[in-house]
């Protein structure tokens, strides 16, 4: 108990010492908050919009018929069996015949799969169109698998739209990618400086260590008693870089985002995306509203208190190695 009461009076002893330590502490603390927030929002942004996009899916024709136009039709009921060159535009025609092939009794009869929560099923430009919406994006082969036992012939393929997908989560992905970057980079960057500085810390208090070992404190309760120190400062450091990386996230997170979309083709913002992609990707989010749930603040906090006893542990295993008899002499 000793120890720890010596070690909060110490804190406020060696003001300077421990405003620089606090500083520095409190700069990585900001920058990890910066780059986890950004790093889980991002994240669950992909989740909302991989279930939004990745779960409706539609029945979509995988052979073509071979297709002729008015004139060779003409031709053919004339008796004229000269063949003629496909029109352009002739594929999606074919494609939306093969559609208008399934009734609208089979479509219904697909949509009573137990593996899907609803379906929008009506008359289209080719004939009937239907949008199947999977209860989890996970469940596309085993729905497939229940149409196929349903009567959908080997000629269609179910499938969502993945174009889209990447479309929209395209410079997403890359902000995730580069906060996982950055995060990983202050981490380590984070552990060296913090052993460093408290290397130095405890040097300087090289005198007062010794002669706490000669008064008979065990090397235990010194190693503890510096851990403490070390630990109520990343604490109040903790609070503050919160605090400051919170209102941080968010414009670091616009400016990359916007630098991300700018050298991406297509729309320009992530809401024109989504609005290109269609009704079925509306569920989404339009932005990445960083933000800071319970989970963010209990990773950062345990990561700064990891790095302060990474930083707390080598330095004292250091020092009290030494007898304290010879700290003492080299003093004098």
Same mark, same amino acid.
Not at 90 to 106: D, K, Y
Not at 157 to 163: H, I, L, Q, S, W
């Given at each position: 108990?000793?120890?720890?009461?010596?070690?909060?009076?110490? !804190?406020?002893?060696?003001?300077?010492?421990?405003?620089?330590?606090?500083?520095?502490?409190?700069?990585?603390?900001?920058?990890?908050?910066?780059?986890?927030?950004?790093?889980?929002?991002?994240?669950?942004?992909?989740?909302?919009?991989?279930?939004?996009?990745?779960?409706?899916?539609?029945?979509?024709?995988?052979?073509?018929?071979?297709?002729?136009?008015?004139?060779?039709?003409? %031709?053919?009921?004339?008796?004229?069996?000269?063949?003629?060159?496909?029109?352009?535009?002739?594929?999606?025609?074919?494609?939306?015949?093969?559609?208008?092939?399934?009734?609208?009794?089979?479509?219904?009869?697909?949509?009573?799969?137990?593996?899907?929560?609803?379906?929008?099923?009506?008359?289209?430009?080719?004939?009937?169109?239907?949008?199947?919406?999977?209860?989890?994006?996970?469940?596309?082969?085993?729905?497939?698998? %229940?149409?196929r036992s349903r009567g959908?012939?080997?000629?269609?393929?179910?499938?969502? %739209?993945?174009?889209?997908?990447?479309?929209?989560v395209g410079p997403v992905?890359?902000?995730?990618?580069?906060?996982?970057?950055?995060?990983?980079?202050?981490?380590?960057?984070?552990?060296?400086?913090?052993?460093?500085?408290?290397?130095?810390? !405890? /040097?300087?208090?090289?005198?007062?260590?010794?002669?706490?070992?000669?008064?008979?404190?065990?090397?235990?309760?010194?190693?503890?008693?510096?851990?403490?120190?070390?630990?109520?400062?990343?604490?109040?450091?903790?609070?503050?870089?919160?605090? !400051?990386?919170?209102?941080?996230?968010?414009?670091?997170?616009?400016?990359?985002?916007?630098?991300?979309?700018?050298?991406?083709?297509?729309?320009?913002?992530?809401?024109?995306?989504?609005?290109?992609?269609? %009704?079925?990707? /509306?569920?989404?989010?339009?932005?990445?509203?960083?933000?800071?749930?319970?989970?963010?603040?209990?990773?950062?906090?345990?990561?700064?208190?990891?790095?302060?006893?990474?930083?707390?542990?080598?330095?004292?295993? /250091?020092?009290?190695?030494?007898?304290?008899?010879?700290?003492?002499?080299?003093?004098?």
């Open positions: 108990m000793y120890a720890i009461e010596h070690a909060l009076l110490n !804190i406020g002893k060696n003001k300077g010492r421990n405003i620089l330590l606090g500083v520095i502490i409190c700069a990585l603390i900001t920058a990890i908050v910066v780059a986890l927030a950004i790093y889980n929002t991002t994240g669950a942004v992909i989740e909302d919009t991989r279930a939004a996009i990745m779960s409706a899916v539609r029945l979509q024709p995988t052979q073509r018929l071979p297709e002729r136009n008015q004139a060779a039709e003409g %031709d053919v009921s004339e008796g004229n069996t000269q063949s003629t060159q496909t029109p352009s535009g002739a594929g999606q025609a074919v494609a939306g015949r093969q559609e208008s092939l399934l009734t609208l009794e089979l479509h219904q009869y697909f949509a009573m799969s137990p593996y899907i929560t609803g379906a929008d099923i009506g008359e289209g430009s080719w004939g009937i169109e239907a949008v199947y919406y999977l209860a989890h994006p996970d469940m596309l082969a085993v729905f497939e698998a %229940d149409l959908l012939p080997d000629g269609y393929a179910v499938r969502a %739209d993945e174009a889209a997908f990447a479309s929209i992905e890359s902000l995730q990618s580069l906060s996982f970057a950055f995060l990983m980079i202050i981490l380590v960057l984070g552990a060296v400086i913090m052993v460093l500085l408290s290397a130095i810390a !405890i /040097r300087e208090r090289k005198y007062e260590i010794g002669v706490l070992r000669a008064m008979g404190m065990k090397k235990q309760k010194v190693a503890l008693g510096l851990w403490t120190e070390i630990i109520v400062i990343t604490c109040i450091c903790f609070v503050i870089g919160l605090g !400051i990386g919170y209102v941080l996230s968010q414009p670091v997170s616009d400016a990359i985002l916007t630098g991300q979309q700018a050298n991406s083709p297509g729309a320009t913002t992530l809401a024109d995306r989504l609005a290109e992609a269609g %009704d079925v990707a /509306r569920p989404a989010a339009a932005a990445v509203d960083v933000s800071i749930n319970a989970i963010t603040a209990l990773q950062i906090f345990g990561i700064s208190i990891l790095l302060a006893s990474i930083a707390g542990v080598v330095s004292v295993s /250091r020092i009290t190695k030494s007898e304290p008899i010879k700290i003492l002499m080299e003093r004098a």
